[in-house]
């Protein structure tokens, strides 16, 4: 069973930059999409970004795209999501997920139920 760590989190100021990880065990990365997401308080989860398993593919939200970079480095099961110019909206817990089987809908569309493994999630909070 592929397991997944978050990591990165914490107290940034508005403009500021953070790094989240995830890291995985139990299992091979490189076989998995991967989709970050993050739910605000009294929000509903919502998709950030994703990769494919080859890393050829990335897909972002509206709000986060041009701030955020997904990248992946498969021989160290890890997957990163560097945020930059984060705004006080940012504010969120985060979540990596794993597809084992992603279609292009589970790309374009953040499909959560195509998403099997998950974190538990890092918090992140932007605030000055």
């Known amino acids: 069973q592929l397991q997944l760590v978050e990591s990165g989190g914490g107290l940034v100021q508005p403009g500021g930059s953070l790094r989240l990880t995830c890291t995985a065990s139990g299992g091979s990365l490189a076989d998995y999409a991967i989709g970050w997401f993050r739910q605000a308080p009294g929000k509903e989860r919502e998709g950030v970004s994703c990769i494919s398993s080859s890393g050829k593919s990335t897909n972002y939200g509206p709000d986060v795209r041009d701030r955020f970079t997904i990248s992946r480095d498969n021989a160290k099961n890890t997957v990163y999501l560097e945020m930059s110019n984060l705004f006080p909206v940012d504010t969120a817990i985060y979540y990596c997920?794993?597809?084992?089987?992603?279609?292009?809908?589970?790309?374009?569309?953040?499909?959560?139920?195509?998403?099997?493994?998950w974190g538990q999630g890092t918090q992140v909070t932007v605030s000055s």
């Open positions: 997920a794993a597809a084992r089987s992603p279609t292009v809908a589970t790309m374009m569309f953040f499909m959560e139920d195509d998403y099997g493994s």
